[in-house]
């Protein structure tokens, strides 16, 4: 299995899932989050936190 799997697997189980809108892999050093229904929400930029809080039902559907 190749790192990369790994990883994704690795943070699948974690919970922490990728950015929802460019779709870059979790990172720790993300600080941009946003609390939607509950779960917390991370982003690698501010503008791509700034694009889910505009409509976060539309980047709903990649949080799963």
């Not at 892999?25 to 791509?48: I, L, M, N, W």
């Amino acid at each position: 299995m190749e790192d990369s799997t790994v990883s994704a697997v690795t943070l699948i189980a974690l919970g922490r899932m990728g950015d929802p809108i460019c779709e870059m892999p979790y990172d720790t050093s993300y600080v941009e989050y946003s609390v939607y229904k509950g779960d917390t929400v991370h982003f690698c930029s501010p503008t791509c936190k700034g694009v889910f809080d505009k409509n976060p039902e539309k980047y709903a559907a990649n949080l799963k």
